[in-house]
């Protein structure tokens, strides 16, 4: 079975700091690529950050860029989001999602998503 499960999300204060982990089980994790998704009550699904399967490349939104950073360790199965400086409008349940990075016909396989860990930014 696969499973994405996120940690490290809590309420923290204008400024602060939180560091997200995704750990993944049940599929090949260096062959994918991983993504951070936040969702805000009333708004559509944003992406925020991606990183490619062996961690050569990682691109943040510019909404967010100079403040996150994702990283992954393959040894361990498990996406990182460090948060700094957060502002309120950061408050938002955040999402990990796997996207298949081999090779493929037809059709992407499938992505995988993970439940979501709430991060509240407030004083």
């Known amino acids: ?4 499960v996120e940690s490290g999300g809590g309420l923290v204060q204008p400024g ?10 049940g599929f090949t994790f ?4 991983m993504r951070w998704y936040r969702q805000a009550p009333g708004k559509e699904r944003e992406l925020v950050a991606h990183i490619t399967s062996a961690g ?7 909404s967010v860029k100079g403040r996150f950073t994702i990283s992954r360790d393959n040894a361990k199965n498990t996406v990182y989001l460090q948060m700094v400086s957060l ?3 950061d408050t938002a349940v955040y999402y ?6 081999g090779l493929y016909i037809g059709r992407r396989p499938n992505d995988y998503w993970g439940q979501g860990t709430q991060v509240t930014v407030s004083s």
């Open 16 to 25: 602060g700091s939180l560091r997200l982990s995704c750990a993944a089980s």
């Open 1 to 4: 079975q696969v499973h994405l």
């Open 30 to 33: 260096s062959s994918y690529a």
């Open 96 to 101: 990990c999602n796997a996207v298949y990075s």
């Open 56 to 62: 050569g490349s990682a691109d943040i939104t510019d």
């Open 87 to 89: 502002k309120p409008e």
